[in-house]
């Protein structure tokens, strides 16, 4: 098996979903990823990562990639997701939590590409 180079490595942050939490975000334990969210979403064609893949990137604490996502910055905030979410998350409030934190750790990724 060849080696993985060392920038395709997944790190993770096992209090990323707590932070989350301290943020106001409420149920992200309790999507099992039905999809209703990504497929809800009237932008979801131009997002690298759908909302559920999203939402379990947080939950499994892949914070780089999650942080670095173009799809927080797509998200037009139209509530679509948030609306027909059978447990009560809510993702528009969930992306914008996550565009604050890139901008307060000035993270480098793909807001810069949209």
């Not at 989350?20 to 064609?45: D, F, H, K, W």
């Not at 509530?79 to 307060?104: S, T």
């Amino acid at each position: 098996m060849p080696d993985t180079p060392s920038d395709a490595r997944i790190t993770t942050d096992s209090d990323f979903l707590l932070f989350i939490g301290s943020r106001g975000i409420r149920n992200l334990e309790r999507c099992y990823q039905c999809q209703t969210c990504s497929n809800s979403c009237p932008v979801a064609y131009a997002m690298d990562y759908f909302p559920h893949q999203l939402i379990h990137m947080i939950a499994m604490g892949i914070k780089d990639n999650a942080l670095k996502s173009k799809t927080i910055w797509l998200c037009v905030s139209c509530g679509a997701c948030a609306a027909r979410c059978p447990n009560d998350i809510d993702i528009v409030q969930l992306m914008d939590v996550l565009r604050q934190l890139v901008l307060q750790e000035k993270v480098k990724g793909a807001a810069n590409q949209i």
